[in-house]
Nanobody, 117 residues
Framework: QVQLVESGGGLVQPGGSLRLTCAASGIIFSIASMAWYRQAPGKQRELVAAITSGGSTNYADSVKGRFTISRDNAKNTVYLQMNSLKPADTAIYYC???????????WGQGTQVTVSS
């Protein structure tokens, strides 16, 4: 079955950095598009960044220039490098892929990112 396992969250001061990792299994990772979403308390889940199998990326306007999504197909892993973190980035971050026939969304368990002094 499809499994997505996130790690790397934590508490960081404003201006700091974190790198999130998502290890995927149960899919042919090299042909899967992957994404990171986040959900802050009282808010809807929102797309943060996505990467296609070919390496094309897109980002939410709020994180452009600060966050970088990347992938390592040899390790079945997608990363989210987060720099210049702000308190507004505080949220649970989820790894996502759409897979299967019929296609459906799969989610990891989430990892908490807290930006606070």
């Amino acid at each position: 079955q499809v499994q997505l396992v996130e790690s790397g969250g934590g508490l960081v001061q404003p201006g700091g950095s974190l790198r999130l990792t998502c290890a995927a299994s149960g899919i042919i990772f090299s042909i899967a598009s992957m994404a990171w979403y986040r959900q802050a308390p009282g808010k809807q889940r929102e797309l943060v960044a996505a990467i296609t199998s070919g390496g094309s990326t897109n980002y939410a306007d709020s994180v452009k220039g600060r966050f970088t999504i990347s992938r390592d197909n040899a390790k079945n892993t997608v990363y989210l490098q987060m720099n210049s973190l702000k308190p507004a980035d505080t949220a649970i971050y989820y790894c996502n892929t759409d897979w299967g026939l019929p296609r459906r969304a799969y989610w990891g368990q989430g990892t908490q990112v807290t930006v606070s002094s």
